[in-house]
């Protein structure tokens, strides 16, 4: 007998994903409005979704499951990215949707999800993605229930995707990860980080590795030095309660930024396998050089923002936020200097900026390189004006540019940089998936390569929280920079030390 | 269509052409492109329906369209326009691409493949698309088939299938519409074989049935036969009749059967030793096979090992 299916094409035919039901535990909640309804209901459009899946959204609240459909309905209309609004599939995709309303400290709902789940066996094969989009403090209840109600295990594989946070420090990530592993092996936790989802931040990759040029610059003999900035326009937007337990250094750098600094600065990996690959982002997260208590206050910046105009609008500051207690020691803004203890990176600073409130939205990488060893051109020609910059952009307008310098027309040898651009949305004509279709399809398909590993939570909450600790208990002068500026002045002075200078994205 | 026709000529045409919307749309447009794509037809063939494929691959494979149409005729004859092909993205921002379209004789042919190369773009991937596999066997077009590093014919309607794959094996880097189309009968099958237990009955397998329309199997039922019969060392039948190229596939082994037929318009019945199960099938239009092949990076190694197979299918 075969071991494996040999007609399988992984060239033209596309990777079948099997039939299942999901779960949505959190299924009134927003990221279940704005990000996983929307991202189904395209994979159906796509018939990326087997017609056998069914989707189960739980809450407290007591609705039916047509109310809950109209609900998703007009959420999925108004969410829907880059995407035409189908009435035909999305009549198709809600006759698939269910509503399950129960406590998820009550056993009675786990027996009741059992059954359910019974019912859809023989055309799902007993497939199940629990999908915990609740809040963070509901992620082992939910877990101990499913658990308990024998639900993690069953005649098909039973997954559990997790979201961010993982944790709010590095106690309570360890504490998580236990709490997880009692109930499902490792390899079914998909733990989410929807930037290492989103296409741009895949194509790094590709760049580096499909690549014969960029690579070997790909290190400290060439690069200066690397800038990370994820600045947000918006406010926390209603969530402030929220966002002041946890704060931009919690909520996008230990996450988010250090998965995309691990994917700029990673090894290739041998192959491309979900293994190999996060094997490689694990050993760079534990490369990153631990900040010492000394290092902390020049190599790190905490900001929140306070009142500011732009244009014709004035903005409130973060005290005043709805739901922000007027004193919130919160960091809307986190920047820190990071450097990686190994052959490739010695000495390179990878400096990281995110913050809300700031003066646009952008999410970018800036690899600088060194400048040319000798300026023969001379300072008055303009050499000086610029090395070489590499910008991958990851949102908005995913693509990448160069910059390099060039002769500007006429008499005389003045040089001017210009920039070579690559834009995703117009080389390639196709849709871009969102972050969310790719993971939910990878979770479903049992591909966790863009997915985070106990190992690499557990490695970046070891870099964050030395500086989350010295960031409770110092005391800021909060607010310290302006809503729509770029953020607090001790920010460019963290660069202006060695010599460097944010750039304006 | 240019008095003179030379490649300096249409480049300056073009080059005018895109000065000229330059000016026209106060938001400026976004030039893009990411291959040449050169498109060999007749005359006489259906020029809006081949209007609409490239209009509709092009958004999906920005690339510069370069038309070759040719009719028959003893003359020296050349004629040329170019065009830009504009789609809005947003933001009152439009996307456009550039198409040439070169109108020659036969016995201008032979000229054809020197003033095609001067227009392709430079540094990016030259594809040839053959809407009739004639093409490959004109002497005076073999020029073109080596400039591009793909070449894409359409098999389905050529008559001598037999002749046609043997020119197919014999030129290289052919990719075949024929071997597109079947994707979705591919996908289909390769999934009924993820399920465990019909993996298990996979190396006992003895036939593969094709029900096809006409008399003699079509490249598409030799494709799929062939591919369904590699892994195996089942005997192939095909079976003729009225109808569309390709109808119904049964695999059989002791105590094992599994028919894919097609119900039209868009479903597929699987029988699996007697239980019946529907599935949504959809068949590829014309752009939507070309935006398949164009999509693809480099060799089809699986067509490649294909194709000798067909065509001792064919050789009977």
Known sequence: ?505 | MSAIVTPERILKDLQQLWADLGKADEYGVLRACSMTVVVAADEEEDAAGLEETLARVMQRHPSRAIVLRVRDGGDVYFESGVKAVCWPIGNRKQICIEEIEIRCSDASLPDAPRMVLALTVPDLPVVLVCRSPRWLMVPSFAPMTALAGRVIVDSRRAENTLAILRQIARSGSVHDLAWTSITPWRKHAAAAFDDAENLRCLSTLNTVTIAHGGDKPGPAALYLAAWLAAPTAAQVRFRGGAGCDLQSVMLEGPGFQLEFTLQPPSGLCVVRNGLAKKEAFVLSSDWELLDEELAMPGRDRVFAEVLPKAIALAEG
């Open chain 1, 1 to 505: 007998m075969p071991e494996t299916n040999p007609y399988l094409d992984a060239m033209r035919l596309e990777r079948g994903v099997p039939p299942c039901v999901i779960v949505i535990f959190g299924a009134n909640g927003d990221l279940t409005k704005r990000k996983l309804i929307p991202a189904l209901y395209r994979l159906a459009m796509e018939r990326r979704l087997p017609p056998e899946c069914v989707i189960y959204g739980n809450s407290r609240t007591p609705i039916t499951d047509e109310d809950y459909r109209g609900k998703m309905k007009a959420a999925t209309r108004q969410f829907l990215e880059q995407s035409d609004f189908d009435e035909e599939v999305w009549a198709d995709f809600e006759r698939r949707l269910y509503y399950l309303p129960g406590d998820l400290s009550d056993p009675e709902f786990y027996a009741t999800l059992g059954a359910r789940l019974k019912e859809s066996e023989t055309t799902t094969g007993g497939n199940v993605l629990f999908y915990l989009s609740t809040q963070p403090s509901h992620y082992v209840p939910v877990v101990q229930g499913l658990g308990a109600a024998g639900l993690a295990r069953g005649k098909g594989w039973r997954r559990v995707v997790v979201e961010k946070p993982f944790g709010h420090n590095l106690e309570s990530a360890g504490s998580l990860n236990r709490e997880l592993q009692k109930v499902f092996p490792e390899r079914e936790i998909y733990r989410i980080d929807h930037y290492l989802g989103k296409e741009t931040v895949q194509n790094v990759l590709a760049f580096r590795f499909a690549n014969g040029i960029f690579e070997p610059l790909w290190n400290r003999r060439y690069i200066n030095h690397v800038q990370i900035t994820a600045a947000e326009s918006i406010g926390v937007e209603g969530r402030g309660e929220y966002y002041q337990q946890s704060g931009a250094l919690r909520d996008m750098i230990q996450n988010h930024l250090l998965q995309v600094m691990a994917t700029i600065a990673m090894e290739p990996s041998a192959v491309f396998e979900p293994s190999s690959v996060r094997d490689e982002r694990a050993k760079l997260l534990r490369s990153i050089r631990v900040p010492k208590s000394g290092e902390i206050d020049v190599d790190t910046v905490a900001g929140q923002y306070g009142p500011g105009r732009v244009g014709t609008s004035d903005l409130a500051g973060f005290r005043h936020e709805p739901g922000v207690h007027p004193e919130a020691r919160t960091d809307t803004y986190a920047a820190a200097t990071f450097f990686v203890d190994n052959w490739r990176w010695a000495g390179v600073p990878f400096y990281i900026r995110t913050g809300k409130r700031l003066a646009k939205r952008i999410t970018d990488i800036a690899i600088h390189f060194n400048s040319a060893p000798l300026a023969i051109f001379g300072d008055g020609a303009g050499q000086v004006a610029g090395p070489n910059l590499l910008v991958i952009r990851i949102q908005p307008e995913e693509g990448i540019s160069l910059r390099f310098l060039s002769k500007n027309p006429g008499a005389g040898m003045r040089l001017r940089p210009v920039s070579m651009d690559f834009q995703y949305g117009s080389s390639f004509g196709v849709r871009t998936p969102t972050a969310y279709e790719t993971l939910l399809e990878d979770a479903m398909a049992g591909d966790a390569t863009l997915y985070t590993r106990q190992d690499m939570v557990e490695a970046s909450w070891q870099v964050v929280q030395p500086i989350a600790d010295h960031w409770d208990e110092a005391k800021y002068n909060f607010p310290n920079y302006d809503a729509g500026s770029w953020g607090p002045q001790a920010s460019d002075a963290m660069l202006a030390r060695r010599g460097h200078v944010w750039r304006v994205p």
